[in-house]
């Protein structure tokens, strides 16, 4: 028995040694295995947080934060939900999600489709980059385009804003405006401030109206007429005499596009926003005189906009405060509102201005927010293929309910060509720019605006 414990002894070293070894092999495989295991592994964490890293920020100037954009695009597409719209299958969403991805993947052969006649239109676009072609559609004040609280000149805050924003447009208004050679200095130094940036000039526009709303008559002395609605009995031949007249008084300071005539009808009594703006209180009336009014604006040399379709005299609300109501029927629009848009546009109106009435008995929406009333009603039904525009979009009516990005997103999605006055220019271009990034908005649908920009740019000569 002592013979045979000393042997086992004497075998203890040999099995250490052999474990040693054995744990050493071990150790040499994994070490190979861990040296030359396959590349993919190595990747696919960085390939994802890559592409997190590209998804487009908010704003440049930090505004907002991806949560807030996530709560954006919900509200957004609650809008245009139905109250009683079903829960959508799983398969739905796989549906809507390939049709995205299609979206996506077509976008750089669609953006680069040429929709313009001109050839030479075609290339500026090409040209464009996709933030030149979005800010293109927008006409703000030189307040919203340079953070100052008043611009009555225009110098290195201009030209470097419109390094950051080269946008389509800018609307002056009283408080801007302090003699004629003052405007007439502003808006040239802004024009060629524009052409150190862009080799597309400026909208420079303004609301002369006459009567009511006359900026230049109020500020300039220009010429001085009433409200239009006190000399309606004066007929097509006063309508355009006096449109022709305020064209070229405001064409001779620098300016090119007007948004007027009103082409309205003051239906209803109690609407104050309108009121005397209005031409007549009679539907048909209104058109003839409207006409004849765009005629006048045209020939006197500026860019007219009739405005505010469907039609803001049946509200008894302020689209300016807040929400404003029409309980019109599109039976009822056609045979009343629809009648003096009809005739100005077969008049040769260059834009028409869609208001944010929020039409009850139709689809509930703002007008300016409806795909219904831009593209399905005033785009094919009436035959429209001019510059749609929407009023303010910092009116209450639109920004005690919605972000600057949403309205954005959602009138370009409607069918609209130009975005007027947003309350916040930077989230509204970003939320566009986002729009597009996603393939929720294709960049040929941006296209297609800057085309209908560029061309009425170029038939009016500023181009």
């Not at 500026?302 to 599109?330: L, Q, R």
Request: a negative charge.
């Amino acid at each position: 028995m002592a013979k045979k414990k000393k042997v086992k002894r004497s075998n203890i070293p040999l099995l250490v040694i052999l474990l040693l070894i054995t744990g050493a092999c071990s150790a040499a495989a994994f070490y190979g295995y861990m040296k030359n295991r396959p590349a993919e592994n190595d990747t696919a964490l960085p390939q994802t947080v890559k592409q997190e890293s590209e998804k487009p920020s908010v704003s440049d100037d930090g505004q907002g934060s991806s949560a807030e954009e996530n709560a954006s695009s919900q509200n957004t597409d609650d809008t245009q939900m139905p109250k009683d719209a079903p829960a959508e299958k799983p398969s739905d969403n796989a549906v809507q999600a390939d049709v995205k991805s299609d979206a996506k993947q077509d976008k750089s052969d669609t953006a680069e489709a040429a929709v313009s006649d001109d050839a030479r239109i075609n290339e500026l676009v090409a040209n464009m980059t996709l933030h030149d072609k979005i800010c293109q559609m927008f006409i703000v004040t030189p307040e919203s385009l340079t953070g100052y609280s008043l611009v009555t000149e225009s110098g290195l805050a201009t030209l470097e804003s419109l390094k950051k924003y080269p946008v389509g447009g800018l609307i002056y208004f009283s408080e801007n405006l302090e003699s004629k050679d003052q405007a007439k200095t502003m808006i040239s130094a802004t024009q060629e401030s524009n052409s150190e940036v862009s080799d597309i000039p400026l909208f420079i526009s303004v609301d002369e109206e006459g009567g009511v709303v006359a900026r230049c008559a109020e500020k300039l002395g220009t010429t001085e007429f009433s409200p239009m609605y006190t000399y309606r009995a004066e007929g097509v031949d006063k309508a355009y005499s006096n449109a022709y007249t305020i064209a070229q008084d405001i064409a001779s300071l620098g300016f090119n596009l007007d948004f007027a005539p009103v082409a309205d009808t003051w239906s209803n009594p109690d609407n104050s926003v309108i009121g005397t703006r209005a031409y007549s209180d009679d539907f048909s009336e209104t058109a003839e005189l409207v006409a004849s009014a765009v005629k006048g604006f045209s020939d006197g040399g500026v860019a007219c906009t009739i405005k505010h379709f469907p039609g803001h005299g049946d509200t008894a609300e302020d689209s300016h405060i807040g929400m404003a109501c029409s309980y019109k029927t599109i039976a009822e629009l056609e045979k009343q509102e629809y009648l003096a848009f009809e005739s100005g546009i077969a008049a040769g109106a260059d834009m028409v201005m869609v208001g944010h009435i929020t039409m009850v008995n139709v689809d509930n929406m703002p007008a300016s927010l409806s795909k219904t009333f831009i593209t399905d009603e005033l785009r094919n039904k009436l035959g429209f293929d001019g510059i749609i525009i929407t009023d303010a979009l910092g009116m209450g009516a639109l920004s005690n309910y919605y972000s600057s990005d949403e309205i954005a997103v959602e009138v370009v999605r409607a069918g609209g060509d130009i975005l007027l006055m947003p309350a916040d220019l930077s989230r509204a271009v970003t939320g566009i720019e986002n729009a597009v990034a996603s393939g929720e908005i294709t960049e040929q649908r941006i296209n297609e605006s800057v085309v209908r920009i560029l061309e009425l740019k170029k038939k009016r000569g500023i181009l």
